[in-house]
């Protein structure tokens, strides 16, 4: 408990805020004290309904709830509360996964697929694996990290800027026709729901990793924009246009629900970046509101999206009826972690960070190398064959973790996964005006969706090889040197 309070402590100390964020500054929120405290008197309502079905997990998520909000409760109290640092993002998402899937799923009645014999031990995990994290988070790794990266602190070309972008933006296209047409063209492509229609056999990560290239091109037209004293006709068009293929074509018509929030929340950090403001209380209420909208639209008609569907089967379609599925069904992420904790390394052995170790053999291509061994956990076709799990689960950060090293490997990935987060909020506390670093540490934190709910490695492959390395070049290609 000791260390526990040390930690938190550091939510506000002199390494980490001593100056003024740029122009904002922080202050005592009493809106954010009175919403964090009323939420977590809800949750305490909705908990008091499973005490007599599950007393063990009712106690764990209290305190699990308790954990999260900790951070914001110390830094509102403070003055030290930045409502777009990194952590902020980080934690709602582990709120959901962790502690409103299980919640929803015993307030229904409906089984989890591995049963209710290791809910206990995978909330004691949850628990531990945030406690990790604030381990690393709040130590100074991330920020000494930061303190040997050079800013992107230079003016650049605004001419060259939009140039560039739709020079990403025309590539990328160009990829996502070439990825069509290895996949038996356009027609059999879109024949499918969710990218399904997708041959990566016949190609390389080269290619079909192309079309990320819009959405490069996509977030520095909206920077372009915003760099401008107003947003006039000419820029909304520019917008409008980038939108089309990396938003429009590869996140919505693709129905890809982590390039959908990345895209929400790398503009809406973006924007108040830019504008040197806060965001509000029901501003940040808005906006999660439009971010769980925008999930539940998109996982309702995802299954209709492809060419053969009819106009009557997407009118018949009810968005509301997916609200209670996208906060918990079965198979879904927790389920995933539920299953884990239950068969590794009773029945699985554990992958022992061999994925981790495996990155840099990623970007050698086959054709040199046709016996590469695969990227991903190898153990994982034989994990949905025990745990009855269907194809397309997504781990989670923590199963993700588990999978490795059990508890072991949550807390050495969950602080390895604080030091990271941090590091993204430090390196923008180095220049927090300059609008380079603003879009880099907005594109970084909007692939938090990935981390957090899918896993590290999946983002990693989200961040890398095309999306952040993108944005660093054409800084590099764009600065005006002295």
Request: proline fraction near 5%; include cysteine.
């Amino acid at each position: 408990m000791g260390s526990l309070i040390m930690i938190l402590d550091n939510v506000q100390s002199g390494q980490y805020v001593s100056e003024p964020f740029g122009t904002f500054k922080p202050q005592r929120n009493n809106e954010i004290i009175l919403a964090s405290m009323g939420l977590f008197a809800a949750f305490v309502i909705v908990l008091l309904r499973l005490i007599d079905r599950n007393l063990d997990f009712v106690m764990l998520a209290l305190c699990l709830g308790a954990l999260l909000l900790a951070p914001v409760l110390i830094a509102a109290v403070r003055g030290a509360f930045f409502p777009l640092e990194a952590i902020y993002f980080c934690l709602p998402l582990y709120a959901y996964v962790y502690l409103v899937k299980p919640t929803v799923r015993l307030m229904s009645e409906d089984q989890f697929v591995s049963g209710e014999q290791d809910l206990t031990w995978a909330m004691s995990v949850a628990i531990v694996g945030l406690l990790a994290f604030y381990m690393g988070y709040y130590s100074k790794a991330g920020t000494k990290i930061a303190d040997h990266v050079p800013a992107m602190a230079d003016e650049v070309s605004s001419h060259r800027l939009r140039v560039l972008a739709w020079t990403f933006i025309a590539i990328g296209a160009v990829g996502l026709w070439a990825y069509m047409e290895t996949s038996g063209g356009w027609r059999e492509f879109w024949s499918k729901p969710h990218g399904l229609g997708g041959k990566t056999e016949h190609t390389t990560a080269y290619v079909y990793q192309l079309p990320e290239l819009m959405i490069v091109g996509f977030f520095l037209i909206v920077y372009d924009a915003m760099t401008q004293p107003r947003l006039d006709a000419a820029a909304w068009g520019r917008i409008l246009i980038a939108s089309i293929g990396g938003i429009g074509v590869y996140t919505l018509l693709w129905s890809r629900r982590t390039f959908i929030l990345w895209a929400m929340i790398t503009v809406f950090i973006l924007y108040f970046l830019r504008k040197r403001k806060f965001p509000n209380v029901m501003t940040l209420l808005l906006f999660a509101t439009l971010v769980s909208a925008a999930v539940v639209v998109a996982l309702a008609y995802r299954p209709y999206l492809h060419l053969g569907s009819s106009a009557e089967e997407l009118a018949s379609v009810d968005p509301l009826e997916h609200t209670l599925p996208t906060a918990s069904q079965e198979g879904d992420e927790f389920d995933s972690f539920l299953a884990i904790v239950d068969l590794y390394p009773a029945y699985i052995p554990y992958d022992y960070f061999t994925i981790y170790a495996r990155i840099p053999l990623h970007p050698i291509p086959r054709l040199l190398w046709p016996d590469k061994p695969p990227l991903f956990v190898s153990s994982w076709d034989a994990f949905l064959y025990q745990s009855r799990i269907g194809w397309g689960a997504s781990e989670s950060l923590l199963g993700d973790l588990y999978i490795q090293m059990g508890l072991l490997g949550v807390v050495i990935g969950m602080v390895a996964a604080g030091v990271l987060w941090r590091f993204f909020f430090a390196y923008l506390q180095k220049a927090p005006t300059s609008g380079f670093m603003q879009l880099f540490y907005a594109v970084a934190i909007g692939n938090v969706p990935t981390f957090v709910v899918q896993s590290a490695i999946s983002a990693f492959w989200k961040w890398m090889p095309l999306i952040m390395p993108s944005v660093v070049f054409a800084y590099w290609v764009l600065r005006k040197k002295a």
